[in-house]
T-cell receptor
Framework: GAVVSQHPSRVICKSGTSVKIECRSL??????MFWYRQFPKKSLMLMAT?????????EQGVEKDKFLINHASLTLSTLTVTSAHPEDSSFYIC????????????FGDGTRLSIL | EDKVVQSPLSLVVHEGDTVTLNCSYE??????LLWYKQEKKAPTFLFML????IEKKSGRLSSILDKKELFSILNITATQTGDSAVYLC???????????FGKGTRLHILP
């Protein structure tokens, strides 16, 4: 079964809205989680590393004020797309490393965000 | 700059054919090489390779890593239409548990 739960799976909203996406590790603790963005027919692009209890680390070119990340507990990270615009429409995926299992990352099912 | 390069970017074959997907990498702090299959949602894990020359197999899929040449291949034998997907190669780094993805190979199997 799923070990990382991502919610919601699909969001459609108007331009200017802020959208929050949740990523939960279900049966393990994740001090680190990763947020990716994927454009149609493109690969996953790492946006930021979410660190429990401290600030997220953003990749070059990713706007911190646009994509707010909060990792308040060992099982939950949230990504908030603030004042979303149509160019923010994309597929967002989170992942978490599970150091207890022999698999480097567990991925959520992704969130398809459409901004009208 | 760390990079992962996959080839071909897209491939169309007939059911029953065998395909080989390629992945080369240049990274610092290499830990592992990973293969994923992505259909409509998030990637599903296929293989993790850490040692050169040891083939990993799962049914009709197999993969091997060459750490000297910084290269890996993913083989799929007797392909089926259900193998149609994007196959992603990624490299796991020692620092921060990061994974760097290649652009993927879009594989389409014709019936």
């Amino acid at each position: 079964g799923a070990v990382v739960s991502q919610h919601p799976s699909r969001v459609i909203c108007k331009s200017g809205t802020s959208v929050k996406i949740e990523c939960r590790s279900l049966d393990f603790q994740a001090t680190t989680m990763f947020w990716y963005r994927q454009f149609p027919k493109k690969s996953l692009m790492l946006m930021a590393t979410s660190n429990e209890g401290s600030k997220a680390t953003y990749e070059q070119g990713v706007e911190k004020d646009k994509f707010l990340i909060n990792h308040a507990s060992l099982t939950l990270s949230t990504l908030t797309v603030t004042s979303a615009h149509p160019e923010d429409s994309s597929f967002y995926i989170c992942s978490a490393p599970d150091r207890g299992r022999n698999q480097p990352q567990h991925f959520g099912d992704g969130t398809r965000l459409s901004i009208l | 700059e760390d990079k992962v390069v996959q080839s071909p970017l897209s491939l169309v074959v007939h059911e029953g054919d065998t395909v080989t997907l390629n992945c080369s990498y240049e990274v610092t702090n290499f830990r592992s090489l990973l293969w994923y299959k992505q259909e409509k949602k998030a990637p599903t894990f296929l293989f993790m390779l850490t040692s050169s020359g040891i083939e990993k197999k799962s049914g009709r899929l197999s993969s091997i890593l060459d750490k000297k040449e910084l290269f890996s291949i993913l083989n799929i034998t007797a392909t089926q239409t259900g193998d149609s997907a994007v196959y992603l190669c990624a490299v796991g780094l020692n620092r921060d548990d990061k994974i760097i993805f290649g652009k993927g190979t879009r594989l389409h199997i014709l019936p």
